[in-house]
């Protein structure tokens, strides 16, 4: 077993505060020095790398010294050590005696190991550490994977043995678990965009980020909902600038229109939508005063993206849409459209207050194989002028048509006194709302209007006067903005 060191020493610039078995002889930690291995300058903060968006040829020359805690090199120190990159990926190591992403530590040095890593953004730091791990021999069981108990201590094999890295550990012996940590490696931040996944080689799943949000970036609040908050980047022009915030509750000190200094959380992607969890953020609260006289101007947050037909029908493109305001010009809603339930069993089994599949009346539709339920709801999503009842009762949601054949789900909860089911098979001049995704079902994408600016109706049959100036769209700059208190006008 090698000597025992304290874990958490980067760059042995203090002695060990904590020790295993007493020893403080044995090895204290790990110096890493790092260059590029192309030979360029390392970045700093004033010249940071281009952010790593899943490229997998980046590469750093490591040296890895094992220290003693004087100070000087521990030449009795041979075994292997962990690299990792946070925050990052190491993909391998290439170098005299490499395994994997773990480099072979010879008379307590292992100089120019070539490091190829991915995923990294912001401050990022190279990390060492001995976990005791030897890689094992292919054509025989690892000692960690054997059924044995080789070093005695009564405990049996990964992931049981404290001494066991990994099942492919072939001692069950522990390391020094000596640390150490490279100067910082400066990356771009990534931007919403990136966290949306601009590219299918993002590698930032369930990861913490910070996301950029000063030049070139501007990041707008566009919609405040009662489980959290919608943002746009409104400088980004190639999609993928929209993002939901997902804080459980409305977030207190928010309002359409305020601008983001930060904005940090963890990526998740919840059934195809991807959430920024757990968020923190910095709020400019925006004043509508003109900047001349102390205030931050007309208000950023964009007009809404127009989608037709052909874009409801274009994945791709409504991917980039994702969480984004968007608007439907001329909209129908289903004609067969109500709360009666349907008759599987009549020849004509759909009527305009006919669309209601739960036919148990258990509050859920049963979508199991073979369900009478399941059927209801086939038939009813297989037509094109049916809104299943079940889902607007349950969830606010039903189906509108665009064009000839476009449809797409909407949800108008938050416009206060619409009634959908009373204008069934009739038309809504524009619907505005924040987008949303979700693979269940057929219908993958939900229009949420956000207040009742966001809804338009037509102007009623023979009303002449509104027919002579018919209403329209309010724009982006005002639409939702709501007084902060009643004392706020939100229009100053």
Known sequence: MRAHACAGLALLAAGCGVTRGG??????????????ADGAPLPDAAHPMPLDLGRTDEAFLVDVVARLPDGAIDDAFDGFVRLSLHPGSVLEVQGAGASGRNVYVSHGQALGQRVRVTGAHGPSR????????????????PACSDGEDDDGDGIVDFPGDPGCAFANDDSEEGGTYATGLSPVLEYAQPTI???????????????????RCDAPSAVVVTRISTDGFYVTDVRETGGYGSIFAFSFSAP???????????????????FGFTELNFPGYTVHPWVFAPVAQGGDGPCLVPEPTLLDELTLGDDAAMERLESALVRVEGATVARYFGPKLVDMSASVKLAPDTSNCDLNQDGKIDFAAGSPEAACNT???????????????????????????????????????FDPAARRGGTLAALTGTLRNFTGGTFHWTLEARCGDDLVLPCPEG??????????????????????????????
Do not use: M
């Open 252 to 270: 207190p000190g928010l309002r359409v229109c305020d601008r983001l200094t930060t904005l940090s959380g963890t990526t998740h992607d919840f």
């Open 193 to 211: 965009a990136d966290a949306q996944g601009r590219s299918s080689l993002t590698p930032y799943d369930e990861e913490q980020l910070d996301l």
């Open 23 to 36: 020893d403080l002889a044995g090895t204290a930690g790990f110096e890493l020095r790092v260059t590029l």
């Open 463 to 492: 009303d002449a006067a509104c027919l002579a100036s018919p209403p329209a769209p309010v724009s982006s700059q005002v639409a939702c903005v709501h007084p902060r208190t009643q004392v706020d006008n939100a229009g100053n």
């Open 126 to 141: 190279f990390w060492a550490e001995d976990v005791g791990y030897v890689p094992a021999d292919p054509a025989k069981p």
């Open 379 to 417: 038939l009813c999503e297989s037509t094109r002028d049916c809104s299943e009842w079940t889902e607007y009762a349950t969830r606010g949601d039903f189906i509108v048509g665009i064009g000839n054949g476009g449809r797409v789900k909407v949800n108008t909860g938050e416009v206060v006194g």
